[in-house]
């Protein structure tokens, strides 16, 4: 299996400007989390899906930020308007339920997003 | 509530000698805990888990942690460091929610390892 993949890996864009990360999680798997990796606020997770329905967008920052999930293979996070605050490093992740407890999580290698 | 407390943000040792990245945990129900690894520009890597087996868990690479329930710590432990363990380690404990589980991070312990 490739495990997760997200792209792009690097992005930069101006600020005011739309962005639109990408993920496949691995298939089978049916949760789909995506995280923020901050020097400030270190890694925080922002929103994930199971079987494709958000299920809790509790981190999600604010309005500006938009998470979809429109089929098993496939998630975007997208920021419109971008602002230089949101420059971070996004990952997505994903896990398969039925293992109980304590699932291990697998990570994708992020996205790092400059908001210039 | 949950959380985990990582007790050094910075640890530098020699390669060879022994390693310690310490976290501490509060939690309202039995944890399940977690270190994952991050090298340079990479995701994040599972190390070792723990849920609620034996309390000595063995990871990948050497690595293996203890859950202490009565000092609510579970720390990072390997005999012997190598050039290549040099990266971010994150202690991580669980929510589960009945489905899947939420995972909540520490700040990371970064490690450095010189010759």
């Known amino acids: 299996d490739a495990g997760v993949i997200q792209s792009p890996r690097h992005e930069v864009t101006e600020m005011g400007q739309e962005v639109t990360l990408r993920c496949k999680p691995i298939s089978g798997h049916d949760y789909l989390f995506w995280y923020r990796q901050t020097m400030m606020r270190g890694l925080e997770l922002l929103i994930y899906?199971?079987?494709?329905?958000?299920?809790?967008d509790s981190g999600m920052p604010e309005d500006r930020f938009s998470a979809k999930m429109p089929n098993a293979s496939f998630s975007t996070l997208k920021i419109q308007p971008s602002e230089p605050r949101d420059s971070a490093v996004y990952f997505c992740?994903?896990?398969?339920?039925?293992?109980?407890?304590?699932?291990?999580?697998?990570f994708g290698p992020g996205t790092r997003l400059t908001v210039l | 509530a949950q959380s985990v407390t990582q007790l050094d943000s910075h640890v530098s040792v020699s390669e060879g000698t022994p390693v310690l990245l310490r976290c501490n945990y509060s939690?309202?129900?039995?944890?399940?805990l977690f270190w994952y690894v991050q090298h340079p520009n990479k995701g994040l890597q599972l190390l070792l888990k723990y849920t609620s087996a034996a309390t000595l868990v063995k990871g990948i690479n050497g690595f293996e942690a203890e859950f202490k329930k009565s000092e609510t710590s579970f720390h990072l432990t390997k005999p012997s460091a190598h050039m290549s363990d040099a990266a971010e380690y994150f202690c991580?404990?669980?929510?589960?929610?009945?489905?899947?589980?939420?995972?909540?991070f520490g700040t990371g312990t970064r490690l450095q390892v010189t010759l």
């Open positions: 992740a994903s896990t398969i339920t039925g293992r109980g407890r304590g699932d291990e999580q697998f």
């Open positions: 991580v404990v669980s929510l589960n929610t009945g489905t899947a589980s939420k995972l909540t």
């Open positions: 939690s309202s129900y039995s944890p399940s």
């Open positions: 899906f199971n079987n494709n329905v958000p299920i809790d």
